[in-house]
C-alpha cells in the first residue's frame, strides 16, 4: 500500500508536467502563428514624420500671425 | 423673497414636527426594551459581579482555559493549544509583524495576515468562529475561493505580455520551474510515507503548490484540497515569495559558468497593440479546450489583462489594479490569518509544510536555470541561463533578482525585460499545473 503513494506521486508528476509543457508549446506555437498574421495582414499604420512637420510648420506660421496681429494692435 | 422664506419655514415646521414624532417613538421602543431587560437581569451582589468580571478576563483564560470552549470548527481544544500555545502564535505573530515591517518581506500581505493571526489567538473573544468577523470574513470570500480570484484579476490588470510576446519561446522556463511543484509532491509524499506526518495526497499536492511560486494560487489550492492548512501554506508561500532575493541567487550560480552568466540576449522586438489585445483570448480558448479546470484562474488573470490592454476602460483598469486588489488584499489577509489560530498553526505538519516550501522554491529555480542551459544546446538565440530562475511566478521579484545577479557579472547587462518573459508564463505554468491537481481529486 505505502509504495502506492510514491508510486501516486510520480504519476501526479508525470501528468502535471507533461500538461504544462504541452500547453506551454501549443501557447508559443499559437504565438508564432498569431504575430506572423498579425504583422502580414494587420500591420500597425506606419507612423510618418510628414504631417508632423507639416503641423510644425503651420504652428509657426500661426505663431507669426498671431504676434504680427498683437504689434499691429498695439501700433494701432 | 418671501416666498422663499415662507416655504422655508413651513419645511422647518414639518421637520422638527417629524423628528418630534420619531423621537417619541424612540422613546417608546428604548422603554419596551428596557423593561424586558429587567425581567431577565438577575441582580447579583457587588463582589460577586466583580468575581465574575475577573473570570472573564483574558489572563484567567489564558491560565485556566475553560473546558468548555471551541476551535473555530466547533472541536475540543487540547490545553496547550488554549493557553500558551496562543501565547506562542501571538509571538509568532510579531515575527511576522518584525519581517513585514523591518525586512520589507511582502508587507502588503504579512501585515494583514499577521494581524489576523494575532486577533484569531485572542481567548473567549472567539473573533476567528463561526460569528467572529475574521470567520465571517473566512466564509464571504476564502471558503469559496472568491478573494483569490478577484486578486488574479488585479494581477492580470497588472501584467505586460509584451516581453513574452516578443520571445515567445522563454515561456519554456517557466513550465521548467513547474517541476518544483510535483517535485515537492513526491516528497510530501516520501515524507508521509516514511511515517513523519501523515498527509494524504490532497494535502500533499496541496503544500507543493507552494512551489508555484504564487500566493493566489497557493491560496486558491488550498482552500479547494486541503483548508486545514491553509494558514501554514499562504505563511509559507508569502514569506518564500519574499526571500525569493536570498534563496535563489546562491542555486543560480552554483548551476551556471561564468561565461554563461554573461551571456546577453538579443534586444527585445516591438510587439504591435493587436498581438497584446489577442494574446489574453488566445492563451484563454487554449485553456477551454486543453484544461478547462484551469479556467478560473487563468480566466479571471485574462480578463484583467484584456481591460488593460483594450485601453478604452481606462477607469476599470484603475480599479482593478489599484481599489479592488487594495480591498481584497485586506480580506484576504485577515481571511488567511484566522488560519493562524494555535490549534490550527502550532501542529507538526506546519513545521513540514516550511521545509517542503523551501525545497520547492529551489527545485523550481533549479529546474528554470537547468532549461535554460538545455535550450541553449538547441540553435538559435542564446537564453542567459539567469533568466531561468523568473520562471518560478514570484512577479516581478524573481525577474528582478536575475537582473541583479547578471548585472554584478556585467554591469551592461539588463536582464530585467527579457526575465519578464519566463516570470509571467511562470503565472500561467502555475495555473496549469493547478488545473491539473484539481482536475485529478475531482
Not at chain 2, 509568532?92 to 515591517?101: D, G, K, Q, S
Amino acid at each position: 500500500m505505502e509504495t502506492n503513494l510514491i508510486l501516486e506521486g510520480f504519476k501526479f508528476m508525470g501528468l502535471g508536467m507533461t500538461t504544462v509543457f504541452v500547453f506551454l508549446l501549443i501557447m508559443i506555437l499559437c504565438m508564432n502563428v498569431m504575430s506572423y498574421v498579425i504583422h502580414r495582414f494587420f500591420p500597425e499604420p506606419q507612423v510618418n514624420e510628414d504631417p508632423k512637420l507639416k503641423t510644425q510648420q503651420n504652428n509657426k506660421k500661426i505663431v507669426a500671425a498671431i504676434s504680427a496681429a498683437i504689434s499691429y494692435h498695439r501700433q494701432g | 423673497m418671501k416666498n422663499i422664506l415662507i416655504k422655508f419655514l413651513t419645511l422647518f415646521v414639518l421637520f422638527t414636527s417629524a423628528s418630534l414624532f420619531a423621537n417619541e417613538h424612540v422613546v417608546t421602543v428604548e422603554h419596551k426594551v428596557s423593561t424586558h431587560k429587567e425581567e431577565t437581569y438577575q441582580t447579583k451582589p457587588f463582589m460577586q459581579m466583580i468575581d465574575g468580571f475577573l473570570e472573564s478576563t483574558g489572563i484567567v483564560a489564558l491560565i485556566h482555559p475553560d473546558p468548555n470552549e471551541l476551535n473555530a470548527k466547533g472541536e475540543k481544544m487540547s490545553d496547550f493549544h488554549k493557553g500558551i500555545g496562543r501565547v506562542i502564535m501571538v509571538l509568532v505573530t510579531f515575527l511576522l509583524f518584525w519581517l513585514a515591517i523591518a525586512k520589507g518581506f511582502e508587507p502588503l500581505l504579512l501585515l494583514p495576515i499577521a494581524f489576523g493571526g494575532f486577533l484569531a489567538n485572542i481567548p473567549v473573544a472567539g473573533i476567528a468562529g463561526e460569528n467572529g468577523f475574521l470567520g465571517v470574513i473566512y466564509q464571504m470570500g476564502l471558503s469559496n475561493e472568491l478573494f483569490p480570484i478577484i486578486i488574479f484579476m488585479g494581477v492580470g490588470a497588472m501584467t505586460d505580455f509584451g516581453p513574452l510576446l516578443s520571445n515567445p519561446k522563454t515561456a519554456l522556463l517557466g513550465g521548467a520551474a513547474q517541476f518544483g511543484i510535483f517535485g515537492t509532491l513526491v516528497g510530501a509524499v516520501a515524507l508521509s510515507q516514511a511515517g513523519f506526518v501523515d498527509f494524504t495526497l490532497q494535502q500533499a499536492s496541496a503544500i507543493s503548490i507552494i512551489g508555484g511560486a504564487d500566493g493566489p494560487t497557493s491560496i486558491f489550492i488550498a482552500t479547494k484540497l486541503a483548508p486545514e492548512l491553509l494558514g501554514a501554506i499562504a505563511v509559507a508561500s508569502y514569506s518564500y515569495m519574499a526571500m525569493v532575493p536570498i534563496i535563489q541567487p546562491p542555486i543560480m550560480k552554483l548551476l551556471t559558468t561564468d561565461a554563461e552568466r554573461r551571456i546577453k540576449m538579443s534586444t527585445l522586438r516591438h510587439v504591435s497593440r493587436l498581438e497584446k489585445l489577442v494574446f489574453p483570448i488566445l492563451v484563454l480558448s487554449l485553456a477551454i479546450l486543453v484544461l478547462p479546470e484551469s479556467t478560473p484562474l487563468i480566466g479571471a488573470f485574462m480578463f484583467g489583462n484584456f481591460l488593460k490592454e483594450s485601453g478604452v476602460v481606462e477607469r476599470l483598469n484603475d480599479t482593478l489594479q489599484n481599489a479592488l486588489i487594495n480591498i481584497t488584499t485586506i480580506f484576504l489577509g485577515l481571511g488567511v490569518g484566522s488560519k493562524l489560530a494555535a490549534d490550527q498553526f502550532l501542529v507538526p505538519d506546519t513545521m513540514f509544510i516550511m521545509i517542503l516550501g523551501i525545497i520547492a522554491f529551489s527545485v523550481g529555480t533549479a529546474t528554470g536555470v537547468l532549461m535554460a542551459k538545455l535550450m541553449n544546446m538547441f540553435p538559435g538565440h542564446k537564453i542567459n541561463p539567469l533568466i531561468g530562475s523568473a520562471g518560478v511566478s514570484a512577479v516581478p521579484m524573481a525577474a528582478r533578482v536575475s537582473n541583479k545577479v547578471g548585472m554584478e557579472y556585467d554591469r551592461t547587462n539588463m536582464l530585467l525585460m527579457h526575465a519578464m518573459g519566463p516570470n509571467v508564463a511562470g503565472v500561467i505554468g502555475s495555473a496549469v499545473a493547478a488545473g491539473v491537481l484539481i482536475s485529478i481529486f475531482k
